[in-house]
Nanobody, 125 residues
Framework: QVQLVESGGGLVQAGGSLRLSCAAT????????MGWFRQAPGKEREFVAGIRRSGGWSEYADSVKGRFALFRDNAKNTVYLQMNSLKPEDTAVYYCAASTTAWGAARQQTEYAYWGQGTQVTVSS
């Protein structure tokens, strides 16, 4: 089992950057596929990015590709989401999640058994 705690959210102007962190408890962090999802007001929660257990490969939603970068430090039990060139439409609560699923299902939020509490990101125009 793993517990996840996100940090790094806040208010930023359009074009700015934020780095979200997700710290995990437990000794088996490297056994989890890690993902970030977000939920904007009035919208369903959606996939943002996912990263393999080893950290050697990550995938992104088309809406953030080229602007966001996901990486992990298994020695520190932490995954990071670097968000650049932020847009107002990136405003949402961002959630970190952990999964034991096969990599091919990394975009499916139903495959993630463990979730953080979420951190608010607000991008002003």
């Amino acid at each position: 089992q793993v517990q996840l705690v996100e940090s790094g959210g806040g208010l930023v102007q359009a074009g700015g950057s934020l780095r979200l962190s997700c710290a995990a408890t437990g000794r088996t962090f490297s056994s989890y596929v890690m993902g970030w999802f977000r939920q904007a007001p009035g919208k369903e929660r959606e996939f943002v990015a996912g990263i393999r257990r080893s950290g050697g490969w990550s995938e992104y939603a088309d809406s953030v590709k080229g602007r966001f970068a996901l990486f992990r430090d298994n020695a520190k039990n932490t995954v990071y989401l670097q968000m650049n060139s932020l847009k107002p439409e990136d405003t949402a609560v961002y959630y970190c999640a952990a999964s034991t699923t096969a990599w091919g299902a990394a975009r499916q939020q139903t495959e993630y058994a463990y979730w953080g509490q979420g951190t608010q990101v607000t991008v002003s125009s």
